[in-house]
């Protein structure tokens, strides 16, 4: 399994011309989910994420679009956040998002989840419900400073 770091992505800020906000990707089948993670991510993150409901969705804008970080739920229906993730990374949404940082989103939080999310090939691990301190924190350790 290749090993992610925080901002091991090269600067896509740089390679399309200066962008003050981050381009992320919030991917949960569940509205209420989604929606206190994109206010939480507006209000301290000064980030407007796309949103997806399904791992497939996620894949179609991946595939159109370059992120800077993704917040992969990992079980959602139709194609859940392990197989989303390993699409990426296999170069399924192009070769240039094959690094991207994938955070996964999870209400498992038994041991031994979150060595799963990372043998799937996602970079960070996030519990839910969702604190509010953990999701800016890893705005920060992925992307900096600047965007927390």
């Excluded at 993704?70 to 859940?80: A, K, T, V």
């Amino acid at each position: 399994m290749a090993e992610f770091t925080p901002n091991a992505q090269d600067s896509l800020a740089k390679e399309e011309g200066e962008r003050s906000e981050p381009r992320v990707l919030l991917v949960d089948d569940t509205a209420s989910n989604t929606m206190v993670a994109k206010a939480i991510l507006k209000r301290y993150g000064a980030v407007d994420p796309d949103t997806a409901e399904n791992g497939a969705i996620a894949l179609e804008h991946v595939r159109s679009k370059r992120y800077d970080l993704i917040y992969m739920d990992c079980m959602m229906p139709e194609m859940d956040g392990y197989e989303a993730t390993r699409a990426i990374r296999g170069g399924e949404a192009g070769e240039h998002n094959v690094k991207v940082p994938i955070i996964a989103l999870t209400a498992n939080a038994m041991h031994g989840d979150r060595e799963i999310c990372l043998e799937s090939g996602m970079s960070d691990y996030i519990t839910k419900p969702i604190d509010p301190r953990a999701l800016v924190k890893s705005l920060e350790n992925w992307l900096g400073r600047e965007h927390a």
